[in-house]
């Protein structure tokens, strides 16, 4: 079984940053990826950014193209997620995912390739 424990999630206004953190832990697993999804009320849940462990690529979605950073501490089994110039419409519930079983993209983007989910974290962006 594996943890994932998200912290980071806030109110900030239009233009401000953000960053989120997702502490993956339990016995015996080894990680593949790590990506971030988010859901809006009313919305279907999203692929935001992924990152493999090895060797580290990045993946992003359009919308957050250029805005915001994906990265991880491996010894620490965490990975990060950077948001800055936040718009409105980046207001949703952000969970992190984790992908213990391998796979590669374009799979990271699906919510499917994730064997492990946290609990969600807020992030409120106000105009």
């Known amino acids: 079984q594996v943890q994932l424990v998200e912290s980071g999630g806030g109110l900030v206004q239009a233009g401000g940053s953000l960053r989120l953190s997702c502490a993956a832990s339990?016995?015996?697993?080894?990680?593949?990826?790590m990506g971030w999804f988010r859901q809006a009320p009313g919305k279907e849940r999203e692929f935001v950014t992924a990152?493999?462990?090895?060797?580290?690529?990045?993946y992003y979605a359009d919308s957050v193209k250029g805005r915001f950073t994906i990265s991880k501490d491996k010894a620490k089994n965490t990975v990060y997620l950077q948001m800055n110039n936040l718009k409105p419409e980046d207001t949703a519930v952000y969970y992190c995912?984790?992908?213990?079983?391998?796979?590669?993209?374009?799979?990271?983007?699906?919510?499917?390739?994730?064997?492990?989910w946290g609990q969600g974290t807020q992030v409120a962006v106000s105009s």
């Open positions: 990152i493999s462990w090895t060797p580290g690529n990045t």
């Open positions: 339990g016995r015996d697993f080894t990680t593949y990826a």
């Open positions: 995912a984790a992908d213990v079983h391998g796979g590669t993209w374009p799979k990271y983007g699906s919510w499917s390739q994730y064997d492990y």
